[in-house]
């Protein structure tokens, strides 16, 4: 992606340098990041008008407008397994949903001070499963999720994959795929990347791992198996330290990458505020489009 940083994003990124990344290296309790931003959420993010937030199967769901009944999104927030919850995401969710023309369900799962690893890739997966029962194939599911997020979404993607079960299609914004802190770009950026401070890193990964092996792939699925998976985007910001970790999943799994100069890390979430968040939930809700409407037009075994 090549264009010249808008006004705005320019704002954003010094904002974010100056206040938001000394905020995260300073604050020592995740409950008091938590508290923050829940309370910050509504006044920051901008949901749409028409939004409408129901439930299903025990989840809470956000549409807007006219949407399939038999199509959804199971979208995993981020917030470094810190923060983050289907409040918070509301404005995000509505968005995609606004913008793809789809459901889109958000599931609170447990955050590190609740409960350690693997509670949060149990809980995602027991999302999916209530999901299935309620009625919804597969194939008619997207999977999506930002940060911490993608984490979740791609050792569930992994997962599903190995027990023959493929979503329609998988976004990542920004995803966080490497618990082994092994990537290139946490040193090349690290003084590139406008809000998040690498050296809280390893402090995020010893809370929630709880003395797991961060090499694990559920842990970390950059290391995963995806055998058969299904068309994949994959958004990341060019100064972002997770550079690393999108550039080796996308490369693994032969995903469409789209790396967004200037762009801070999940920079969708200022959608609609935002021009450069606008045009990138724009090509994801895009994407999602066109991974059914390339479903749909696959032969049958019957026409074949």
């Known amino acids: 992606m090549t264009r010249r940083p808008s006004l705005r994003l320019r704002l954003l990124n010094l904002g974010m340098r100056w206040l938001a990344r000394p905020s995260l290296r300073r604050t020592a309790e995740p409950e008091v990041v938590n508290v923050r931003f829940e309370r910050m959420a509504p006044y920051i993010f901008s949901a749409p008008k028409g939004l409408v937030q129901t439930k299903e199967a025990g989840i809470p769901v956000m549409a807007v407008g006219a949407v399939p009944p038999d199509r959804i999104v199971l979208f995993l927030h981020g917030g470094a397994f810190v ?3 289907s409040r918070s995401y509301r404005a995000f969710a509505g968005r995609l949903s606004q913008r793809a023309g789809i459901k889109v369900a958000v599931p609170d799962y447990p955050l590190l001070q609740q409960a350690s690893y693997p509670a949060g890739p149990k809980a995602v997966l027991a999302a999916w499963d209530r999901l299935i029962k309620a009625g919804y194939r597969a194939e008619n599911i997207v999977l999506a999720g930002d940060s911490a997020g993608g984490n979740l979404v791609f050792g569930l993607l992994s997962t599903l ?15 966080w795929t490497d618990m082994t802190l092994s990537g290139d770009s946490l040193t090349t950026n690290a003084r590139r990347d406008p809000l998040l401070p690498v050296d809280r890193m390893a402090e995020v990964v010893d809370l929630y791992l709880c003395g797991a092996d961060a090499a694990q792939p559920l842990a970390s699925p950059v290391l995963a198996d995806f ?4 068309p994949t985007l994959i958004q990341v910001g060019a100064e972002e ?11 693994k799994m032969g995903a469409r990458l789209e790396v967004w100069p200037d762009c801070p ?8 505020r935002l021009p450069e968040a606008r045009d990138a939930m724009r090509q994801a809700a895009e994407f999602i489009q066109t991974s059914f409407e390339s479903a749909s037009r696959k032969p049958t075994a019957s026409a074949t």
């Open 265 to 272: 890390h999940v920079w969708q979430m200022f959608d609609p």
């Open 83 to 85: 923060t983050g919850s």
């Open 241 to 251: 330290i997770l550079l690393s970790d999108a550039e080796r999943i996308a490369h």
């Open 227 to 230: 055998p058969n998976a299904p």
């Open 161 to 175: 994959l190995q027990r023959g079960e493929r979503p329609a299609c998988v976004i990542g914004f920004s995803p």
